[in-house]
Nanobody
Framework: QVQLVESGGGLVQAGDSLRVSCLAS????????MGWFRQAPGKEREFVAS????????RYADSVKGRFTISRDNAKNTVYLQMNSLKPEDTAVYYC?????????????????WGQGTQVTVSS
């Protein structure tokens, strides 16, 4: 069983940067593709970014492309999401997820394990 724990969320102003992290335990982290999703109040959970097992392939939602960067450190069992030029519409709970099928999917239903989420709030 894989456990995922996010950290690093907080309250920032528009234009600021923030990095959220997700520490994995209980599984074989290098064997999973990883993803970040977010969910704002009253909205469905949406795809943000995903990264392959080696970190060599990444995917991004159009809304964050050029502003957010996903990365991973397999030695530390950690995946990161660096968020720059934050906007109020980026406000959401951010979740990391692990995909044992390594498909780099944009669909939340394809992911097998989820963290509890970390709140990111961007004020205008």
């Amino acid at each position: 069983q894989v456990q995922l724990v996010e950290s690093g969320g907080g309250l920032v102003q528009a234009g600021d940067s923030l990095r959220v992290s997700c520490l994995a335990s209980g599984g074989t982290f290098p064997s999973y593709a990883m993803g970040w999703f977010r969910q704002a109040p009253g909205k469905e959970r949406e795809f943000v970014a995903s990264i392959s097992r080696s970190g060599g392939t990444t995917r991004y939602a159009d809304s964050v492309k050029g502003r957010f960067t996903i990365s991973r450190d397999n030695a530390k069992n950690t995946v990161y999401l660096q968020m720059n030029s934050l906007k109020p519409e980026d406000t959401a709970v951010y979740y990391c997820a692990a995909d044992v099928s390594v498909a780099l999917s944009r669909l939340a239903t394809q992911y097998d394990y989820w963290g509890q989420g970390t709140q990111v709030t961007v004020s205008s």
